[in-house]
Nanobody, 119 residues
Framework: QVQVVESGGGLVQPGGSLRLSCAAS????????MGWYRQAPGKQRESVAT???????NYADSVKGRFTISRDNAKNMVYLQMNSLSPDDTAVYYC?????????????WGQGTQVTVSS
């Protein structure tokens, strides 16, 4: 069984920083693309940042220059460093990983972690 679990959310003031972590565990043979997505109240889930297993990254225009995605392939982890946060970044952040595991190739989602930017 494969699991993806996020951590690191919380309440932060505008202009502050947070670092999200995501760990994949279980019967994993290989992890392909990993990414962070977010969903604000009343809005659709959107892609924030993705990273390939070779380290190529893509960012949403709204977070370019403020957020940085990285991964540690040895630990099956992906991170999202978020700087200069604004209230518009308030959302539930989800980790996604495309994993080849014991049951085959599938896309796995974490349960989400709340990020609230407010004074």
């Amino acid at each position: 069984q494969v699991q993806v679990v996020e951590s690191g959310g919380g309440l932060v003031q505008p202009g502050g920083s947070l670092r999200l972590s995501c760990a994949a565990s279980g019967n994993i043979f290989r992890i392909f693309d990993m990414g962070w997505y977010r969903q604000a109240p009343g809005k659709q889930r959107e892609s924030v940042a993705t990273i390939s297993n070779g380290g190529s990254t893509n960012y949403a225009d709204s977070v370019k220059g403020r957020f940085t995605i990285s991964r540690d392939n040895a630990k099956n982890m992906v991170y999202l460093q978020m700087n200069s946060l604004s209230p518009d970044d308030t959302a539930v952040y989800y980790c996604n990983a495309n994993i080849l595991g014991g049951l085959g190739h599938a896309s796995y989602w974490g349960q989400g972690t709340q990020v609230t930017v407010s004074s």
